[in-house]
């Protein structure tokens, strides 16, 4: 419980709720399909082939889950979000307490740094979403390579049987 109220800090549920967000949209993103539909997209493979790189394809997916949640995390303590949320929650609560509060354009100030940190988080999360289809796009390589060496293995295996029957004859 400590240690929760610890990585909120300042900002509160307000820092929560960006993080619980962050994470729900970042589970949209990067959701593993089925083992059956993944394997559909391999056929010559052999059934153990199939379930090594299912295997791997999950540990990609949950490794770059980890390393999105890290660089977000990274990213809200390097930009102080905690202790922006917090100011802006502080301001909230002064102007409800205040029954005499008239002078609205504090309120545009707010929207004025909320807007220019929802640009910032943005950006941010483009260039984080950038990365990791940077990654995808390397495996995606990995797993052609993989297929083209099975091929020419499968060519090879083939050559040298049709070698030794032509021997044995």
Known sequence: ?????S?????GSRLSDLRRSFKLGLYGLLTT????????VFPKFTQAEKERLHRLYIQVVVSLHQNIEDEFEALCEDNKV???????????????LDP??????NLNGVKHVLSTI????IQ???TMLEKSEAQNQVLRSRVELLQKEMQDISGASNAV???VTCDLN
Do not use: P
């Open 1 to 5: 419980m400590e240690k929760e109220s």
């Open 7 to 11: 990585k909120t800090g300042h900002g």
């Open 33 to 40: 399909c089925s083992k059956e539909e993944f394997c559909k």
């Open 82 to 96: 905690g202790d922006i949320l917090g100011t802006v929650e502080e301001l909230v609560e002064e102007q409800a």
């Open 100 to 105: 005499l509060y008239q002078d609205k354009t």
């Open 118 to 121: 929802k640009k910032n988080e």
């Open 124 to 126: 941010n999360l483009t």
């Open 161 to 163: 049987a049709e070698m």
